[in-house]
């Protein structure tokens, strides 16, 4: 039903910022929470933002809150995070996720999403 890609990851200097990409397949992308996660080595898959299904709302961990900005265009199925201010315990890798529920609300914890992509590696040098 939904496939998620994200994309824009890469290799920063702390203090850089970058800007992930999550392309969405599917006819109700637009109804559904979405959020980010990531996993750092020997650690695990952690919240860092969600957004729900309008973008009305979003929710931030308080490790990445007043750098990291989650947005969605639902027009072009695709859900962003834009991260500023990198630092090297950003480094991990990011996955975007989907609830696949008509939820209007942001949705902080894994379990409740069922759909996930590959990840992509976002590394932060200092």
């Known amino acids: 039903q939904v496939q998620l890609v994200e994309s824009g990851g890469g290799l920063v200097q702390a203090g850089d910022s970058l800007r992930l990409s999550c392309a969405a397949s599917?006819?109700?992308?637009?109804?559904?929470?979405m959020g980010w996660f990531r996993q750092a080595p020997g650690k695990e898959r952690e919240f860092v933002a969600a957004i729900s299904r309008s973008g009305s709302s979003t929710s931030y961990a308080d490790s990445v809150k007043g750098r990291f900005i989650i947005s969605r265009d639902n027009g072009k199925n695709t859900l962003y995070l834009q991260m500023n201010s990198l630092k090297p315990e950003d480094t991990a890798v990011y996955y975007c996720?989907?609830?696949?529920?008509?939820?209007?609300?942001?949705?902080?914890?894994?379990?409740?999403?069922?759909?996930w992509g590959q990840g992509t590696q976002v590394t932060v040098s200092s």
């Open positions: 599917g006819r109700t992308f637009s109804t559904y929470a």
């Open positions: 996720a989907a609830t696949g529920t008509p939820l209007q609300t942001t949705v902080v914890v894994r379990t409740p999403y069922r759909y």
